[in-house]
């Protein structure tokens, strides 16, 4: 069995910090203005700007895209904030392909929709809300990821 420093080589702590400030941020957001956070939302609110078919132009896209819009400004803030103050200066690298990237981002994308919200909005907003779907999404998601992860594993 792994020990708990070789599962997290670079500590936990941080994790737990972030996704406990995570959660704060979505659970004031809420409490605040009655508003879900989940980020599928702010894709579909931004492009009812540029295109103009009905898909885009439904009033939950409409009515909602100036405040999505500077929720997600807030958080690439966040993201830059954190990395000039605790990320020393140094982008992060990956050694995976540009066109799986791509691919991977299309087959994600279409997964959010197709699922109505992203792995992560059912996870930390649509639990939250205590959204019955979002339940059986994050079951979905976990199980199909640790059998991939078991599968990927036993294949390596």
């Known amino acids: 069995m792994q020990t708990l420093s070789s599962l997290f080589p670079l500590g936990w702590q941080h994790y737990l910090f972030g996704g406990l400030l995570i959660g ?5 957001l809420y409490l605040m203005t009655g508003r879900i956070g989940g980020m599928s939302t702010v894709f579909s609110s931004t492009w009812s ?20 819009l500077v929720y997600a400004a807030g ?3 966040g993201a830059l904030v954190w990395f000039k103050l605790y990320g020393g200066g140094v982008p992060l690298r990956t050694s ?19 699922g109505n919200g992203c792995t992560s909005g059912h996870g930390i907003c649509g ?20 059998l991939t992860a078991n599968l990927m594993g036993a294949l390596a």
Do not use: D, N
């Open 75 to 77: 958080l690439i803030a």
């Open 127 to 146: 639990l939250g809300s205590l959204q019955l779907p979002s339940l059986g999404a994050v079951l979905t998601f976990m199980g199909t990821a640790f």
């Open 49 to 68: 700007y540029l295109f103009k078919t009905p898909f885009f132009q439904q009033a939950r896209f409409t009515g909602s895209r100036q405040w999505r």
């Open 24 to 28: 704060a941020g979505t659970g004031f």
């Open 96 to 114: 995976v392909p540009t066109w799986q990237l791509v691919v991977g981002g299309f087959f994600v994308g279409y997964g959010a929709r197709l």
